[in-house]
C-alpha cells in the first residue's frame, strides 16, 4: 500500500518532524514503512513522499492515509480533524429507496443514496486541496471516470469500501440476503457465476446484483449512459465475505478489508465523500440517505461493551521502562484516547489504583480485551523505551532424553569421515514402498508439493540415495554422508514419528595424502562404521545376519549377497550393504553404492556404554598366528565361536588378520591368518601352557573343518 | 685406515712420545671417518681387538722389546693412549648415525600431509546447537514435538481460529484424507514450532522454561531464499511476574551472545495471533555494525525474530489441562526464529536449498 505525505500533511498540518523521521516513528509503532520515495519538493510545489508501507493483516485500519494520519496524530500529541463532507441539500421523495437486510447475521449495516442527473465522464477536483488529479497523480494511479475515482478515492483515503449501481438498472429496491440455488450473477470481472445457497448477495427484488463485500455486478454497472446512481456503502461480516471469497476464487480490495473488519460508522462518512465527487460534474440528491441497520451487529461492532483496563496490570505485562518514571495513568490515557477510545475513570483514588472503562473505537474490531488495549500503550509508548531486563532463573536445565545418544551418534559418524546432511521429508509412493521397513504403512499428503514429495518418507534412505545420486551426476565421486531424521509410518488418522538414522557411502576411504593409494570403500568398511555406531551403547549382544534371497525378508534396495541386518539385543536396528545393482542402474549409478539404516529408536532404548577400566596385566603377552586353509562355506563367525567356545582365560583377543586366496590352495577354499593373544593376568606364561592352548585352538578349528597350511 | 706399528729402536722418553702421539693422531683421524655401524665395529676391533688388535701388538712389540727401566715409561704412555681409543668408541658409539647417513634418509616435507578426513556437522545442526546452548546458559530445557501435528495445536491453540484470515499467510502442507475428520484433529505438517509450547503447557505446571528446536513445513515454493523444508527455535518462558522488558532483556543477551557483544537489538510491533503485545526484532547489521550496507539493504538493520507476551487466549487453552496457567496470575513471553536465515547469515550461504542438497563440497566446507 502507498502512502503521500503530502495527503498525511493535509489532515495534520502541524506535523512537526520531516517524512523520514515520520516514516521511522511509524515503523517502530508497528506501522511500518518500507520505502521511501522523494516525489520532489521543487517549485514549492511540495509533493513531499511516497511511502511504500507494510502493515500487518490486524492493522487494517490503518492501511489508508486517514488511519495513517491517526497513527501519527497519536505519536505527535496531534488532533485530528473529523471527517466531514458536506453535501448539497437534497431533494424530497415521495417514495425513499428501498433497502431490506434479509440476512441480518451477516450485514451490519447498509446506506443507499440516490443522485440523479449525474454524469459520467472524467472527474473534477471537487475542493480545494483534496485534489483527485493530484493525489491519484502522485499515486500513479489512473484516473477512469468520476464513478471509478469516487469509490477509489474514498478506498485510498479511508479505506472504506464502496460501490456505485446504475440505479435504473434495480428493479425495486435493494435486499441484502443469501443467494438461492441456482441463481447467476455475472460480477464486473465478466465471468457468470453460479451462486452457492451461502453466498452473500445484494440483488434487487427481482435478481442478484452482485457478492456483497466482494466484487458488484456487470448488468447493474456504471456506463457512459448511466444518469441515475446509487451510492452503496455497508458493513459485512468478516467471516460471511471470506467464505463467499474463498468460494468463487476471489480477493479484492473489498474483500480484503471485510474479512479483517470494516468500520461500521465509516459508510455515511465514504458515501458522502463518494457523493460528493459525483456531483461536481452535475445531478443532485434524492432523498435523504438509507442507513438500514442491525441492532445486534452493531453492538459487536461500534457499540461494544467498555472493556476495564488497569494500571497494575498494564505494569505487570510490561514492566521497567528506561525512564524511571515508567507507565503512568497519564500515558495511557494520552494513548488511547489518541487512538480514539473513550476513557471513563473507574480506578480507586491513589496513583497506582487508577482502572479505566474503556469505550472502544469502531473501527478497531481488533481491540477486544485488556491485552489489546495494553499493546495499543506498549506500541504508541514506544518498545524501545522499555529496559532489558533479565527474568530471575528458573528450575534446572533439562536436556532431551536421548540428546546425549543422539550427539554419540552423530560424533561417530562424523569421525568415521561422513558428513551430515539434511534430506527431504518426503518421497514418491514408489520410493516409500521400496524402503518402507514395513509395508503400506506410508502417510501420503493431500496436497504435496509434487508427485515425487507425495508421501512421508518411511525410511530416510530414499532420500539418502537421491543425496548420492545429486553427487554422483554432479561427478563428486567420493561420497560419505549420513542424515539423523524423522520418519514416518502409520495411516491418515494416526502418524507415527521414530527418528532414524541414514548413510550412504561411494567413492575412496576418507583418506587423503599423496604417498598412498586411495582406496576404495567396501562393504566392510560401512560395517566398521555401524559397528562402532551400535558400540557407542550399552549392548548384551550385537549380531549381524543375513537371510537366503527366497526368504524376502532381505530389504529390496539392498544386494541380496551382499547385505546384513544388524540385531541388537534381539532387536532388528537395521540394514546395510550395497544398493541392489537393479536399484542402481534405474538410478543411473555405475559404482557399487554402499548404504544403511538404523532404527534409532530401538537404539535409544539402550544406555550409552559406560567405560570401565580394567587393570592391564604387567605381565607379557604372547602372539600366535595360525595359518588356516577353510572351505569357502567356512565363515569367520564359525572360527570365531570355535574359538570363543574354549574359553580359555588367558586368550585375550583373537581377530582375523588376513584373508586371502591363493592360486596353491584347492578350488572352492581359502586362507585365514588368525591372530591369537595370550597373557595372564597374574604370571609370565610357561610355554608348556602356550603349546596347550595352540593345540587347543587349532582341534577347536580344526572341528569347524579347518586345516593348518603346512 | 691401515696403520702400520713400526718397530721402536729408542726408548727414551722423547721417542716414546713422537710414537704414542703418532698413534693418537691416527687412532684421531680414523674415529673422525666413522660414518655407520660397521665403520664402528671395525674400529674396536682394529684397535681394542683382542688377538689382532693394533693395542694388542704394541703391547706384545713394544713392550717386550723394552728394556726394564723404559718398561715403566711405556705403560703409562700404552694407558694413555688406550684410554683415548676407547673415549673415541664411545663417542663414536653413542653419536648415532652420521649427519651424512641422515641426509641419505632425506623425504619432501612440502608434501601435503595425509589426512583422515573428518566428517562436518551440518549447519544448520551447528546453528540449532549453538542457539539451543545460548538459552541453556540462561536456564531452558529443551523440548520437542511432532512434524505432523493437529490442526489444534498447530492453529486453534495457538489462537488461530477457524476461519482466521491469519491462517492464510501460512500455506500449509497437509495428510491426506482429513477432510471427514473434525477440524481440531485434522493432521497436517507444522508449519511452525509453536505448538510444542502448548505441548509443554498441557504437560507441565507453570513455571516453565523451554527451547524448541524442530523441522517445520510449508507449501511455499522453493526460492534463494525460501524452501518447504526448514527449521525454527521456538522458546517460552513462563512464571509469576514474567514482562515485557523481560523479553526485551533475554533477546537482547541472547542475540549479543550469539552475534557479538557490539550487536543492538531494536524491536517493533508486529502481529501474531498467539503472541500479544507481538514484536519483530531486529539486530544491527552484523556486516556493517549498522552503517548500511548491501546486506543490510542500506538500513544498518537485520530482522531476525519474532516474538512477543503470551496471548492471555493461549494461555486459557493451556489451562484446560492445567489451571495453572491463569492469565490474570502468570505471564510469559515467547520468541521463535528461523535457523537457515540465522546459518546462511552467519556463514555466508546464499542459496537456502544448498542446505538441504547433501552436496559433499558444499558440506565439507563446515569440517
Known amino acids: 500500500?502507498?502512502?503521500?505525505?503530502?495527503?498525511?500533511?493535509?489532515?495534520?498540518?502541524?506535523?512537526?518532524?520531516?517524512?523520514?523521521?515520520?516514516?521511522?516513528?511509524?515503523?517502530?509503532?508497528?506501522?511500518?514503512?518500507?520505502?521511501?520515495?522523494?516525489?520532489?519538493?521543487?517549485?514549492?510545489?511540495?509533493?513531499?513522499?511516497?511511502?511504500?508501507?507494510?502493515?500487518?493483516?490486524?492493522?487494517?485500519?490503518?492501511?489508508?492515509?486517514?488511519?495513517?494520519?491517526?497513527?501519527?496524530?497519536?505519536?505527535?500529541?496531534?488532533?485530528?480533524?473529523?471527517?466531514?463532507?458536506?453535501?448539497?441539500?437534497?431533494?424530497?421523495?415521495?417514495?425513499?429507496?428501498?433497502?431490506?437486510?434479509?440476512?441480518?447475521?451477516?450485514?451490519?449495516?447498509?446506506?443507499?443514496?440516490?443522485?440523479?442527473?449525474?454524469?459520467?465522464?472524467?472527474?473534477?477536483?471537487?475542493?480545494?486541496?483534496?485534489?483527485?488529479?493530484?493525489?491519484?497523480?502522485?499515486?500513479?494511479?489512473?484516473?477512469?471516470?468520476?464513478?471509478?475515482?469516487?469509490?477509489?478515492?474514498?478506498?485510498?483515503?479511508?479505506?472504506?469500501?464502496?460501490?456505485?449501481?446504475?440505479?435504473?438498472?434495480?428493479?425495486?429496491?435493494?435486499?441484502?440476503?443469501?443467494?438461492?440455488?441456482?441463481?447467476?450473477?455475472?460480477?464486473?470481472?465478466?465471468?457468470?457465476?453460479?451462486?452457492?445457497?451461502?453466498?452473500?448477495?445484494?440483488?434487487?427484488?427481482?435478481?442478484?446484483?452482485?457478492?456483497?463485500?466482494?466484487?458488484?455486478?456487470?448488468?447493474?454497472?456504471?456506463?457512459?449512459?448511466?444518469?441515475?446512481?446509487?451510492?452503496e456503502a455497508a458493513w459485512f461480516d468478516p467471516v460471511a465475505v471470506r467464505r463467499t471469497a474463498r468460494r468463487h476464487g476471489l480477493h479484492t480490495d473489498a474483500s480484503h478489508r471485510f474479512e479483517r473488519g470494516a468500520d461500521f460508522n465509516a459508510g455515511h462518512v465514504a458515501s458522502a465523500l463518494v457523493s460528493s465527487i459525483l456531483l461536481a460534474n452535475g445531478g443532485w440528491i434524492e432523498g435523504d440517505l438509507v442507513d438500514a441497520r442491525v441492532p445486534a451487529l452493531e453492538a459487536r461492532t461500534a457499540n461494544r461493551k467498555p472493556v476495564e483496563l488497569k494500571l497494575s496490570e498494564v505494569r505487570r505485562i510490561l514492566g521497567a521502562t528506561v525512564d524511571a518514571e515508567g507507565i503512568t495513568a497519564a500515558t495511557v490515557e494520552g494513548v488511547l484516547i489518541a487512538l480514539g477510545c473513550g476513557l471513563a475513570t473507574c480506578g480507586g483514588a491513589a496513583l497506582d489504583n487508577a482502572a479505566w472503562l474503556v469505550t472502544l473505537p469502531s473501527w478497531r474490531l481488533d481491540l477486544e480485551r485488556e491485552i489489546d488495549l495494553i499493546e495499543e500503550v506498549a506500541r504508541v509508548y514506544g518498545y524501545n523505551r522499555f529496559a532489558n531486563t533479565?527474568?530471575?532463573?528458573?528450575?534446572?536445565?533439562?536436556?532431551?532424553?536421548?540428546?546425549?545418544?543422539?550427539?554419540?551418534?552423530?560424533?561417530?559418524?562424523?569421525?568415521?569421515?561422513?558428513?551430515?546432511?539434511?534430506?527431504?521429508?518426503?518421497?514418491?509412493?514408489?520410493?516409500?514402498?521400496?524402503?518402507?521397513?514395513?509395508?503400506?504403512?506410508?502417510?501420503?499428503?493431500?496436497?504435496?508439493?509434487?508427485?515425487?514429495?507425495?508421501?512421508?518418507?518411511?525410511?530416510?534412505?530414499?532420500?539418502m540415495l537421491a543425496m548420492i545420486a545429486g553427487n554422483l551426476h554432479r561427478d563428486v565421486s567420493d561420497v560419505r554422508l549420513f542424515e539423523l531424521g524423522t520418519v514416518f509410518s502409520g495411516t491418515t488418522e494416526k502418524v507415527d514419528e521414530r527418528p532414524a538414522l541414514s548413510f550412504g557411502a561411494v567413492g575412496t576411504l576418507p583418506e587423503q595424502g599423496a604417498l598412498h593409494a586411495a582406496r576404495a570403500i567396501e562393504f566392510h568398511d560401512v560395517k566398521g562404521v555401524v559397528e562402532q555406531v551400535v558400540g557407542r551403547f550399552h549392548a548384551r549382544a550385537v549380531l549381524f545376519d543375513h537371510f537366503p534371497a527366497e526368504a524376502g525378508l532381505t530389504p529390496e534396495w539392498l544386494h541380496p549377497y551382499r547385505a546384513a541386518r544388524v540385531v541388537v539385543d534381539g532387536m532388528t536396528a537395521g540394514w546395510f550393504g550395497q544398493l541392489h545393482p537393479r536399484v542402481a542402474a534405474e538410478r543411473k549409478l555405475k559404482d557399487p553404492v554402499l548404504l544403511g539404516e538404523l532404527y534409532l529408536d530401538r537404539l535409544y532404548k539402550l544406555p550409552l556404554r559406560q567405560p570401565i577400566a580394567r587393570e592391564i596385566s604387567r605381565f607379557q603377552p604372547v602372539r600366535r598366528d595360525f595359518s588356516l586353509v577353510l572351505d569357502v562355506s567356512i565363515t569367520w563367525e564359525k572360527i570365531d565361536q570355535a574359538v570363543a567356545g574354549l574359553r580359555i582365560p588367558e586368550l585375550v583377543e583373537w581377530r582375523a588378520r588376513e584373508v586371502f586366496r591363493d592360486a596353491k590352495l584347492g578350488a572352492g577354499e581359502y586362507a585365514l591368518l588368525l591372530g591369537a593373544t595370550f597373557q595372564a593376568a597374574d604370571r609370565t606364561l610357561r610355554e608348556e601352557e602356550l603349546q596347550e592352548f595352540q593345540s587347543r585352538v587349532v582341534e577347536a578349528v580344526g572341528k569347524v573343518g579347518a586345516r593348518l597350511r603346512s | 685406515m691401515n696403520i702400520e706399528i713400526p718397530n721402536l729402536t729408542a726408548f727414551d722418553e722423547a721417542a716414546l712420545d713422537s710414537a704414542f702421539v703418532q698413534l693418537e693422531r691416527q687412532a684421531r683421524a680414523a674415529a673422525a671417518a666413522l660414518d655407520n655401524e660397521a665403520a664402528v665395529d671395525g674400529f674396536k676391533l682394529q684397535w681394542l681387538g683382542r688377538k689382532q688388535g693394533l693395542l694388542n701388538e704394541i703391547s706384545g712389540r713394544w713392550l717386550k722389546a723394552a728394556p726394564g727401566e723404559a718398561k715403566k715409561l711405556l705403560g703409562v704412555r700404552f694407558n694413555a693412549l688406550k684410554a683415548v681409543v676407547e673415549t673415541l668408541l664411545d663417542e663414536a658409539l653413542g653419536a648415532g648415525p652420521t649427519d651424512a647417513a641422515l641426509a641419505r634418509e632425506a623425504i619432501d616435507i612440502t608434501l601435503p600431509g595425509t589426512r583422515r578426513l573428518m566428517g562436518a556437522e551440518h549447519p544448520i545442526t551447528r546453528t540449532l546447537n549453538e542457539i539451543v546452548s545460548v538459552f541453556a546458559a540462561l536456564g531452558y530445557s529443551v523440548g520437542v514435538g511432532p512434524e505432523v501435528e493437529t490442526d489444534y495445536y498447530n492453529f486453534e491453540s495457538m489462537n488461530f481460529p477457524p476461519g482466521h484470515p491469519a491462517r492464510d499467510t501460512q500455506d500449509t502442507l497437509v495428510v491426506a484424507g482429513q477432510e471427514r475428520r473434525p477440524q481440531r484433529d485434522r493432521l497436517l505438517m507444522r508449519t511452525h514450532t509453536s505448538p510444542v509450547q502448548m505441548r509443554t503447557m498441557e504437560s507441565q505446571p507453570p513455571p516453565v522454561r523451554i527451547v524448541i528446536p524442530g523441522k517445520v513445513h510449508r507449501n511455499d515454493a522453493a526460492d534463494a531464499t525460501h524452501s518447504p523444508i526448514f527449521h525454527q527455535v521456538e522458546g517460552l518462558c513462563v512464571d509469576t511476574n514474567i514482562t515485557f522488558s523481560d523479553l526485551k532483556g533475554t533477546l537482547d543477551h541472547a542475540m549479543k551472545v550469539l552475534f557479538g557483544s557490539a550487536v543492538k537489538t531494536r524491536f517493533f510491533p508486529s502481529f501474531f495471533p498467539f503472541t500479544e503485545p507481538s514484536a519483530d526484532v531486529q539486530i544491527s547489521c552484523i556486516f556493517c555494525g549498522g552503517k548500511g550496507c548491501r546486506k543490510c539493504k542500506n538500513s544498518g538493520w537485520i530482522e531476525l525474530l519474532g516474538c512477543g507476551m503470551v496471548d492471555p487466549a493461549v494461555f486459557a487453552f493451556a489451562a484446560e489441562k492445567q489451571p495453572a496457567y491463569d492469565p490474570k496470575k502468570i505471564s510469559g513471553f515467547a520468541f521463535g526464529m528461523g535457523v537457515e536465515r540465522i546459518a546462511m547469515m552467519k556463514y555466508g550461504i546464499s542459496e537456502i536449498g544448498s542446505l538441504f542438497a547433501g552436496d559433499m563440497r558444499f558440506l565439507g566446507q563446515f569440517a
Request: net charge negative; hydrophobic share 45%.
Open chain 1, 390 to 463: 533479565l527474568p530471575a532463573f528458573g528450575e534446572g536445565v533439562r536436556a532431551l532424553p536421548w540428546a546425549a545418544q543422539e550427539s554419540e551418534v552423530r560424533r561417530t559418524l562424523l569421525a568415521a569421515g561422513f558428513h551430515e546432511a539434511i534430506g527431504s521429508t518426503f518421497c514418491s509412493a514408489a520410493e516409500a514402498a521400496l524402503t518402507a521397513p514395513q509395508p503400506g504403512l506410508a502417510v501420503p499428503l493431500g496436497n504435496p508439493l509434487s508427485e515425487e514429495a507425495g508421501v512421508l518418507r518411511p525410511s530416510p534412505v530414499a532420500g
Open chain 1, 1 to 231: 500500500m502507498k502512502i503521500l505525505t503530502k495527503w498525511l500533511r493535509a489532515y495534520l498540518p502541524g506535523l512537526p518532524v520531516d517524512d523520514a523521521r515520520l516514516a521511522e516513528d511509524l515503523t517502530l509503532r508497528g506501522i511500518a514503512v518500507e520505502g521511501i520515495y522523494d516525489l520532489g519538493s521543487g517549485n514549492g510545489s511540495g509533493n513531499g513522499s511516497l511511502f511504500e508501507m507494510d502493515i500487518t493483516t490486524n492493522r487494517v485500519d490503518a492501511m489508508n492515509h486517514y488511519g495513517v494520519a491517526r497513527e501519527a496524530a497519536a505519536i505527535y500529541g496531534l488532533a485530528l480533524p473529523v471527517l466531514d463532507f458536506a453535501l448539497p441539500e437534497f431533494r424530497p421523495t415521495a417514495k425513499p429507496f428501498s433497502v431490506r437486510i434479509e440476512a441480518e447475521d451477516a450485514c451490519g449495516r447498509f446506506t443507499a443514496r440516490v443522485l440523479r442527473g449525474v454524469t459520467i465522464g472524467p472527474s473534477r477536483d471537487w475542493f480545494a486541496g483534496a485534489e483527485v488529479a493530484t493525489y491519484f497523480g502522485l499515486l500513479e494511479q489512473k484516473q477512469i471516470s468520476n464513478a471509478v475515482d469516487a469509490t477509489n478515492f474514498a478506498w485510498i483515503a479511508m479505506g472504506q469500501p464502496t460501490h456505485v449501481f446504475d440505479l435504473d438498472k434495480i428493479e425495486g429496491g435493494i435486499v441484502v440476503r443469501r443467494a438461492r440455488k441456482g441463481e447467476r450473477v455475472k460480477t464486473l470481472d465478466g465471468v457468470e457465476r453460479t451462486l452457492d445457497p451461502e453466498d452473500l448477495i445484494i440483488a434487487d427484488h427481482l435478481k442478484p446484483l452482485g457478492l456483497a463485500g466482494v466484487m458488484g455486478g456487470w448488468d447493474s454497472m456504471i456506463t457512459t449512459e448511466t444518469k441515475n446512481v446509487l451510492v
